[in-house]
DNA sequence: ACTTGACTTCAAGTTGACTTGAAGTAGTAG
DNA sequence: CTACTACTTCAAGTCAACTTGAAGTCAAGT
C-alpha cells in the first residue's frame, strides 16, 4: 500500500497529476488513512500503461476506453492491434517528414520552394492536414461538436 | 493573388485559421481590397511548410521560429537537420510503442501486468513520461512557467 | 441606389490535461 | 496536548491553437 507521495515519487508523476487521474476515474485509490489516500502497488504498472498511452497519442478518454475500469487491464485485443496500425501510419508519415527535414537541412537549391524533394514534403504536409480523425485533439474537438467545421460564417 | 476564402480553398484551412496564423506572424497579408485581405500565392507554400512542422510535432512559435519572417523561408539547416533528429527519435519511440502494442494484442499472457514485453512497454513509457522537452506541450508549458514543477504544494 | 453576401474585427469560448492557491484536517513527533 | 506537516478539497487558472458569435463594412450585381 502506498500513499500519494510513495506513489508519486515511484511514479515521477506530481501528486496533483494523481489525484486528478483518479478524479477522471483512470486510478482508483483502495481507501485513506484519516484524508489521505492510500494505492495499491498495482496502480503503478497502470499509470505505466497510461503514459504509454499518451506516448502513442492517445487522450486519456481514450486510454480510459481501453484500460476499462477492471483491476485487471483486459484490453481489447482488436483494439490494441487497430491502434498499433495507427501508430505505424503515424510513424510513416514521421519518416516522411525526416527525411525530408534531413533533404531540406542539406539541399543546395537555391529556394527550398523549387526543390523538388520539398515540395514532396508539402504535399504530405497538405494529405496529413486533410485527413480528418488522425488521432489528435482538433480532430476529436470537430467529431464531438458535430463537425460543419469549414464554414468559417454561417 | 488571392483572397482568403481562395487561400482557404486551396490550402484546406478554414479563414478562421488563416486570420490566426497572420495575427500570430506566420503568414502575411501584402495589402487589403476594401477591407479583404489579399495574400501572395506563396503563403501557400508557406502554409504546407507550417504544416509540415506541426506534422513534426513542433509548436506554431517553434515554427514561427524556422521560418523566420522573412518572405523566403531561409531555414537554418542546423536547426532543420537537429529537428530531423528530434523526429528520427521520436520515430524510435513510436516504433517500441507500436511493437508493444502489437505483442499486447496477441499475448496470451495471463495478465498484461506479467508479460515481459509489456513490462518492457512500460519502461519505455515511464523512460518518455521523466524525459522534459520532448516537444510536446506540457514540456513548453513548463519551460515557460520555469520549471519548479514537481513541488504539488509548497 | 440599394441589397446582398462575403468579408472584417474583437472578445469570448472551447478542449484536454493538468497546475495552482486558499483554506481546512488529521496523524504524529515532541 | 499542542504543533507541525503533509495531506485534503474545490474552484479557478493556464496553455496552445483555434473556433464562434455579434456587429460592422464594403464591392459588386440588379
Redesign the pocket.
Known sequence: ML????LSRKSGA????L???EEVGLIR?VG??????VFEPDVLPRLALIALG?AAG????EIRGMLGQEKEPSIDRDMLAAKADAVDRHIEELSALRDGLRHAATCTAPSHLECPTFQRLMRIALVRQGARGRGR??A??MS??GG??R???T
Do not use: C, H, M, V
Request: hydrophobic share 25%; proline share 3%.
Open positions: 500513499d500519494i507521495s510513495e506530481p501528486a496533483s497529476k489525484r486528478y487521474y485509490s485513506r488513512k484519516g484524508l489521505r489516500r499518451q492517445f487522450s486519456l478518454a485533439k482538433q476529436r474537438a464531438q461538436k460543419t467545421a464554414g468559417d460564417n
